[in-house]
């Protein structure tokens, strides 16, 4: 019995050390972007020679980014980008409600109608169809709610716990929920540090949720209130425009990895270059050279290909001929380096032509 409370005592700790951290980006070879903390299912096993328990990986590959566990196959895997465990801003969400005996959560068919959150107890209404039952209702409170994701809890008849990424909801109906969160409302009592102090708080959770204009229009309403936070303020908006670049540059990342090229190319005209850290500012005209580079490879080939067409002269070639047609309407920069050394070849070709010619 005591072996059996030691390694549930384990599983426990391996469950909550479950934490949300949302690192690493893993694209993979069908252009499938996923992003999360890698992980490998493990099962837990008492060993009596050091009477430690240990973790032995086995199973399945996931990643894990706090509401969402997505599982994949290794040798589907094309790039692993090892990304930094983002520090999210916490918002305190008061009392957590425990209920006794609660009913197991029965399917949801479909979703009925959801109200809207309630700003001073963080809840609201849920109504949904189950099979034999035409309309559910149960109450359901904010538990977690942080820059990337929100933990929304069953606080009346259900144990259910759900998890949403918090640009699902509306930015609006969750920017009133912060504000009227003790940790960033404001009363006429409340001192101007302080009212800066919650304030720059709040801006730094939008700036972390990607709410840019919602951010710099706090960072305004700032500076219009207490204009001696001048300073703070244009520290902050830099800091906008650096997470604003950096978020985008990812996004860019992620549709060339997809084989979205041209619309990398569109997003590299539009970038916004203010602030940009210059790592990405490096990161940006290596991108800008190497579509160049691409787009030079394509002409080339395209050329090379139409040109072998237009020399053919034999039954055999002009079945060659049509490959190659079909070869040239399907080039594209995530392909064309497999024909690298068609111009460099033909070119040297056409010079030995040249010199093998008789002299007339």
């Known amino acids: 019995m005591q072996t059996f409370g030691r390694r549930l005592a384990a599983a426990l700790l391996v469950l909550s050390a479950t934490a ?11 252009g499938t972007v996923i992003q999360g903390k890698i992980r490998r299912e493990a099962v ?25 566990r997505v599982y994949f196959s290794p040798s589907q895997v094309s790039i692993v980008e090892r990304l930094a465990t983002p520090s999210d801003e916490s918002v305190p969400v008061g009392r ?23 700003p001073k107890t963080w809840k609201r209404d849920y109504f949904f169809r189950s099979p034999g039952r035409p ?107 650096r997470q604003r670049a950096k978020d985008r540059w990812e996004v860019l990342k992620t ?33 800008k050279t190497r579509l160049n580079d691409q787009a030079d490879a394509l002409k080339a080939a395209a050329e090379s290909l139409d040109r072998c067409c237009g020399e053919v002269n034999t039954d055999t070639g002009r079945e060659l001929a049509r490959a190659a047609g079909i070869i040239a309407r399907e080039l594209h920069s995530a392909n064309v380096e497999r024909l690298d050394a068609l111009p460099a070849r033909r070119k040297t070709a056409f010079q030995f032509r040249r010199v093998a010619q008789p002299r007339r």
Do not use: C
């Open 20 to 30: 949300s951290v949302r690192a690493d980006l893993i694209f993979l070879k069908d």
């Open 44 to 68: 837990v096993e008492f060993d009596s020679v050091s009477k430690e328990m240990i973790s032995i990986p086995k199973g399945f590959f996931m990643t894990d980014d706090g509401p969402r």
């Open 96 to 118: 957590i409600i425990t209920m006794l005996k609660p009913q197991e959560m029965p399917p949801i068919d479909e979703v009925l109608e959801a109200t809207v959150w309630d």
């Open 135 to 241: 309309r559910i209702g149960v109450e359901q409170m904010i538990a977690r709610l942080s820059p990337y994701y929100i933990q929304v809890d069953a606080v009346t008849k259900f144990k259910w716990h759900a998890g949403y990424m918090t640009r699902e909801f509306d930015r609006n109906e969750i920017y009133a929920l912060l504000k009227a969160n003790k940790a960033f409302a404001e009363t006429p009592e409340t001192k101007p540090a302080e009212i800066a102090a919650k304030r720059l708080r709040l801006i730094n959770f939008l700036t972390q949720s990607g709410w840019y204009d919602l951010a710099e229009k706090e960072l305004d309403r700032l500076i219009t209130d207490l204009p001696d936070q001048k300073g703070r303020v244009n520290e902050a908006r830099a800091i906008i425009d």
């Open 255 to 287: 549709w060339y990895n997809a084989g979205r090229v041209e619309a990398v190319r569109k997003g590299l005209e539009d970038f916004p270059l203010r602030n940009a850290p210059d790592k990405v500012l490096a990161d940006l005209r290596e991108m």
